[in-house]
Nanobody, 122 residues
Framework: VQLVESGGGLVQAGESLRLSCAASGLTFSLYVMGWFRQAPGKERELTAAITGSGWLYYLDSVKGRFTISRDNAKNTVILQMNSLKPEDTAVYFC?????????????????WGQGTQVTVSS
């Protein structure tokens, strides 16, 4: 399984970014796809997740601002991030696990991308 993220960068507060994760080597529709983030000195946290059938999870602090979606035909998961805040600054990781139901902890995910830096300036 290979996961490749793209779309990170440096933006100002209030702006938007779109992260993309291209997956290969798996039957994509059978996998829960998650976006984690890790800020310096902090634990890795699940920001958003989506099952193959479309069940969703969002971290409370990003609800209403971030949207996760997936295209099972293209093996791609997207994280649209709007109204970004400085506290969203982190390395964002795409992760995958073969499950039908949502899973939340990083230890539950068996496949990881290399991460992409998101920096939001005030």
């Amino acid at each position: 399984v290979q996961l490749v993220e793209s779309g990170g960068g440096l933006v100002q507060a209030g702006e938007s970014l779109r992260l993309s994760c291209a997956a290969s080597g798996l039957t994509f529709s059978l996998y829960v796809m998650g976006w984690f983030r890790q800020a310096p000195g902090k634990e890795r946290e699940l920001t958003a997740a989506i099952t193959g059938s479309g069940w969703l999870y969002y971290l409370d602090s990003v609800k209403g601002r971030f949207t996760i979606s997936r295209d099972n035909a293209k093996n791609t998961v997207i994280l649209q991030m709007n109204s970004l805040k400085p506290e969203d600054t982190a390395v964002y990781f795409c992760a995958a696990v073969q499950r039908s139901a949502l899973v939340y902890g990083p230890d539950a995910y068996s496949n990881w991308g290399q991460g992409t830096q998101v920096t939001v300036s005030s």
